[in-house]
């Protein structure tokens, strides 16, 4: 069955400094995405950014970078010089089946990071 | 565009009552689905529907109801409502079941008294 995992239910980081919240995933399929959103505390799911599995690279966006590494089943998400803006839930999510009769979503647990001044 | 939208951003049901959660999106996408979120875990999906006139159950469909009749829209029914209801629920929409990046809305908090 597909799951996400995030093993890392609270961060803290330094403003300015760089940090690395940890996800796994496991699935059959070859085929799936992999996906990063942000949840502030006012609750809206914010979408940042997106690694297909064929993707040859890593993906990016702006401060946000997903260090993808298929054989270890891991996708990492490495935020860069902290912000105190960056503090908020962050969950991993994966769509398998690309192409499938869904667009399903399968979400971790979520990692609560706080940015420290 | 104003995205997705939800209505009611919060709302408070006695055990047994029935209500409808609105979500609408104007950004012309086929793909729509409901979540819900509850404490410690991920969002898990309710129900989802891959155009107009076309719906199906996802993980938790156990009492909730959905219908398609738009493009735009896609209301979730509660009809008899449960305490184990109490989450938070958020409607997403994507281009199409096979384009990757969902959109979620602001998200309804519903309590089951």
């Known amino acids: 069955a597909q799951k996400i995992t995030q093993t890392q239910p609270g961060m803290f980081v330094q403003e300015k400094e760089a940090v690395t919240l940890d996800c796994t995933y496991d699935?059959?399929?070859?085929?799936?995405?992999l996906f990063w959103y942000k949840q502030p505390s006012s609750g809206e799911m914010i979408f940042l950014i997106y690694?297909?599995?064929?993707?040859?690279q890593n993906a990016t966006e702006g401060r946000y970078s997903l260090n993808f590494q298929k054989a270890r089943k891991s996708a990492n998400l490495v935020i860069s010089a902290s912000q105190l803006g960056d503090s908020a839930m962050y969950f991993c999510?994966?769509?398998?089946?690309?192409?499938?009769?869904?667009?399903?979503?399968?979400f971790g647990t979520g990692t609560l990071l706080a940015v420290q001044p | 565009n104003a995205g997705v939208t939800q209505t009611p951003k919060f709302q408070v049901l006695k055990t047994g009552q029935s209500m409808t959660l609105q979500c609408a999106q104007d950004?012309?996408?086929?793909?729509m689905s409901w979540y819900r979120q509850d404490p410690g875990m991920g969002l898990r999906l309710i129900h989802y529907?891959?155009?107009?006139?076309?719906?199906d159950q996802g993980e938790v469909p156990n009492g909730y109801n959905v219908s398609r009749s738009t493009t735009e829209d896609f209301p979730l029914r509660l009809l008899s409502a449960a305490p184990s209801q109490t989450s938070v629920y958020f409607c997403?929409?994507?281009?199409?079941?096979?384009?990757?990046?969902?959109?979620f809305g602001p998200g309804t908090r519903l309590l089951v008294l």
């Open positions: 997403a929409s994507s281009y199409s079941r096979t384009i990757e990046t969902q959109y």
């Open positions: 699935t059959s399929d070859p085929s799936y995405g």
């Open positions: 690694q297909g599995s064929y993707d040859q």
């Open positions: 999510a994966m769509r398998d089946k690309y192409g499938g009769a869904t667009n399903k979503l399968i």
């Open positions: 950004m012309n996408h086929e793909y």
């Open positions: 529907s891959v155009g107009a006139g076309i719906t």
